[in-house]
Nanobody, 116 residues
Framework: QVQLVESGGGLVQPGGSLRLSCAVSGRLFSGNVMAWYRQALGKQRELVAGITGGGTTNYADSVNGRFTISRDNAKNTVYLQMNDLKPEDTAVYYC??????????WGQGTQVTVSS
């Protein structure tokens, strides 16, 4: 059983920063992709950033240059450093673990609110 536990969300003013963490436990696979998604109220869930086991990353255009995804394979943890936050970044952020075998696992989500 794979479990993902997210932390680090909260309320921040525009221009501020937050760092999200996601710890993955259980039976893990060496080939995998970890990612952060977000879902704003009334909108569909969207990919924010992804990272392979080898460290290749990709970002949504809306966060490129402001957000940085990273992972610590020894700790089975993925991070999302979010800088220069904007009100439109307000959403529930979800961690995703994809072992590339057709399955996909999700965290419970963490709320990020950007407001003055």
């Amino acid at each position: 059983q794979v479990q993902l536990v997210e932390s680090g969300g909260g309320l921040v003013q525009p221009g501020g920063s937050l760092r999200l963490s996601c710890a993955v436990s259980g039976r893990l696979f060496s080939g995998n992709v970890m990612a952060w998604y977000r879902q704003a109220l009334g909108k569909q869930r969207e990919l924010v950033a992804g990272i392979t086991g080898g460290g290749t990353t990709n970002y949504a255009d809306s966060v490129n240059g402001r957000f940085t995804i990273s992972r610590d394979n020894a700790k089975n943890t993925v991070y999302l450093q979010m800088n220069d936050l904007k009100p439109e970044d307000t959403a529930v952020y979800y961690c995703n673990y994809n072992p590339l075998d057709g399955r996909s696992y999700w965290g419970q989500g963490t709320q990020v609110t950007v407001s003055s």
